[in-house]
């Protein structure tokens, strides 16, 4: 999967980072080592660490990056990049396009900060 949006800026992602494993293995290294799922009714975001769940207005996305796999254009995903109340940080996968999550990308566009940093 190739990465189709900029770099954070001032980040020191670099342009060799294409796929969404280099991609996630450097956000955990910059400290994003949590993983987050969507409950059940699709009204918090949880945790997989530590269970603790959390409200649109709760949730900071810091970034997103999204990715088209090689052999099949159809195959998009975005990985979100994510800081929540307490400080925990950590990221999420899901499909976009018509194979997106529908509950998490409802839950998505009530985030009302979204942060996508682009390179100049």
Avoid at 1 to 11: G, L, R, S
Avoid at 89 to 116: N, S
């Amino acid at each position: 999967m190739e990465e189709t949006n900029n770099y954070a800026e001032n980040d020191d992602l670099i342009p060799h980072l294409k796929s969404l494993s280099e991609v996630s293995n450097k956000m955990v290294l910059k400290g994003y080592d949590d993983d987050f799922k969507i409950d059940e009714a699709g009204e918090r975001l949880m945790s997989i660490k530590t269970e603790k769940t959390f409200l649109p207005e709760q949730v900071k996305i810091v970034n997103y990056f999204r990715f088209e796999g090689q052999s099949d254009p159809n195959d998009n995903t975005i990985l979100y990049v994510i800081e929540a109340e307490g400080g925990i940080k950590g990221t999420i996968v899901d499909a976009y396009g018509p194979y997106a999550d529908r509950k998490l990308a409802e839950f998505i566009t009530k985030i009302e900060d979204i942060q996508k940093k682009t390179t100049k």
